[in-house]
């Protein structure tokens, strides 16, 4: 059980990888070891079952198992599950059973089709009632995917009428402009903070931090970038900050590739020993010989740099 | 239990609304009501939980409850499964409960973002593997829903690869050309004819079956209709098939509106009683007064059109 | 030089195809028949340059060549101009020729991408101050083509701010319901009433006109069954022109056909003597011979129809 | 007047910017200005009038004349001119206005709405049936605006067919992997090598250069950097080509931003002398201070990662 979610939340949310065997199973003991992974990688908290990765290919069993597994192991850092649903009966019932495992908070991403300001708006006002307002909310702006367009002014009016929305995972393209505007809106008089996280694999990080993140919901394979970087902008270090922040770029650019990015990310998990086997359940894609390879040489670029810049990269998982 | 699905199905497989009660339960006893109104209509067989309707509102255990339902007060009718997942595992797990359950087949629409044809080969090579050759497989071609194009090339390649491949609904639009190619490309020695049923709610059903449909996989709330024009096409009375046909289009076009649609379709399920609640769970669309009285029109105007033609409309329900 | 456009406007607006001869040039001498086949079967005003049709596929010079000679023949007939474009630049320019060469009127889409209501609004209200004043303006909304969806809030706001909006093209699909929201919203103190033609080939006309549209703006090859529709419901005679639009609906349904109905439409005037070639500058579709006999077996149904009801089908170019 | 491209093209065509003056009037001199900016950054050739940037606001006659003009001050370096059109009359026409003007060839996309490989193929067999033989075609391959995916095996049939075909511009995401698959794909007996030039910003260009590419065909406001790379890559040093992408490569990313990144990279060319203003026709987006100021903090980093390196950072237009 971890304490629910707020808009103080800060830090990095890891998005989780669903591991799996060889064969195809759901690799629970690979579950442990990767939440141990991202752990000693100094994460913040989990968001689980989102819409990227293979949530989407568990069963409804084996997406409970995981949650309850990670929350287990999780020391009490705060765990959002993903619970979007076609049906708003299964939104319910799929926060009440993710708050009943313990979980702190759900994400809730809009439906393809909805239209227009008001309809968007419409729909959460349906899922807040549907949920309560003792369960805290997470929107996941992703349009990328959903084709569903927040505007800065219905983000504000949820803000104002739902106290239980606490959270905006940020992830628009283009969306440095969204976060400001929205960081700005806060200034008026009543309205609250809430807290927001970016995704995007991480790749404008620096700059959505500047502009009034408060850390990063994504799944790099190198968790503890996301970690440092956080943590120096919070120190008030923002160049150094930057700087490390881009030697790993090269790396962040290569995972924000659509469709391949998930196999270079678990290949990586595989190669730093966080999970038993890189293997995406079908239909997934999968690295060629050359894509491995290439992979292989940027990790050597990146351990170079990291040595020329006198600090020591260490394997998390070892 | 019901006979397998082959390529010599024929005739009305309507495409079963999901009632609920008022207050959103699936509504178990409105499901044999409707069942038994379909029997009634006439109906060939059934297909469930396939890409419309509310299916995707059910969980997991509804949705198997349904199936099992349907099938048990069938009458041995043909019930074809909708088991389109995001992940392989679940197709293969689905199609395994819905065939020990007793259906004739399965239906699988191709996921999204599959690109070329060999991308959408690639996809059903796999799942004709899961699978294996003992499940007949139904192709749903809509892609208008799933934004995958399947050319005839590449359908041709499927029929003469996997034998478990039997039927083509066919949903594509504008797609009569698409049908006559594929009818044509039958000639080639050596190719199976397999069944073709046409979706769309039937609008161009007439065309269709001229062309070498062998009747219709649609929800069409007057399945009576479809029944008949399928048996005057067979009986070589093609232009009485298309003046019946004709005196329902203003309703079938009425239906085939994008999202209320379905609304329409369980309006009417509703008052010809053979469902106790037109209600969808939500988020789903509703009807308005003057929707309810437009529609209450187009019925009496149905009704006095097929009663000058000396046809008793009688209500299936009573 | 026609009077300019206004709230007022009413019944059929004609979108005109573009006629080429059988080697594809522009065929100025058929741009003159169909007009003068227009005319005849009592359109009220014309509609050039639209989204659909060919206009696309004209250059700079025979667009506006064309917009002269049909103005020129069109007897003082209100004519609105398309002048949708990437560049408001070349909004402004085309609107500034479309109306020195006598046009009425402008129509104006939204360009893809588009995003929030009040992205939308913007967008608009630097259309209206490129353009000023005293050009009058069409909204056409028609998200199926450009992705973008028009709210009635939205439209409202635009109705309240800019006076020169004097016109929706509605052809939003479902789009009944936005319809009447409209209307509904016109009751509001000081609102103005602006006109409503509908698209989508006339296929919910009846229903539209009852909701309180004020005729069509679509390119059907009959146009003068669009028109007696008009003439009928305004002299309050709603189910004898629901009759007539009943027995061209068949046809209405086969032309709205994506990507083949334009050459179904083309097919249709040059059997009645409009155009002299029903081709189609490439890249276009053609039809097969199965689908001309399909096309001429619906034209004699609909004529034995009409000649049952004790209607003269006339050809109106005859 | 250059010579016709042909397969042995290779290094960076700079897909050039249009300049405008802040009252919005295309600005030949920057025309101007801006061509010597590229070539004195080393660029081998010029991409015109392709499908981003603003070249559709321009109307007919100023593209041609920015077509003209650049070629006149090109030094005698190849000019590719975008020639895609809704109609493909308008394509030819289009094509030999610009080979007269003394372009190299022709880039072509497919039109949003083409289905399957076999339509791909018959819509470019069209083209270069309409273009003749004499005209060399680029094929532009970007998904992500045309909705069209290109399979390596339609691309191989199109090279096998028609000798004009002589280069793909690559900019399909996740794009690596056809790349490879096109380059392996070569080593058919009988099959030519074409030129492969790489879009989407560079983002990968190290990666694709590894991979087979012969050049990027992209807009980047560094153009010295793509020279670079490439010149270093072309002499076998590789890891020293990436080391200096590496420090573009936080700019590279902010700039392949979608809607923003046109607005930064004239910004960039602002400051850097190369055009008189940063100003897109409307509707366009533009910077706020943040915006601005953010962007010099990058531009800061970047100069003093050079310096680090050695590596002195002239201003092109110094």
Redesign the interface.
Known sequence: MTSKLTEAAKGVYIIAATPFTDD?ALDLQSVDTLTDFYIRCGVDGFTLLGMMG?A?????EESIEVVKRVIARSGGRPVIVGVS??????VR?LSHEAMVAGAAGVMVAP?A?L?????LYN?YA?VFA?LGPAIPVVYQDYPQATGV???P??FERLVDDFRQLVMLKHED??G??KL?RIREGESKPGRRRVAILVGNGG??LP?EL??GADGAMTGFAYPEMLVQVCALFAAGKA?EA?DLF?AY??LV??EV?????LALRKEVLFRRGAIRSPRQ???GSSL?A??RA?LEAMIV?LERRLAAAGRAHRLAAE
């Open positions: 195809g293979e989407h290919k568990l069963t409804a649903h076609a049906g708003l009966e299964n019932r439906p089709g239209k227009g300001d008001d309809g729909y349906q549907a367009y927040l505007s002014a219905v393209a283009p440095l402009a400001s790749l404008y700059q500047r502009r160049e930057e881009d770029l090269p650019r290569h590739q659509p469709a391949i990015g359940r079908a239909p060629t050359t894509d290439e670029r």
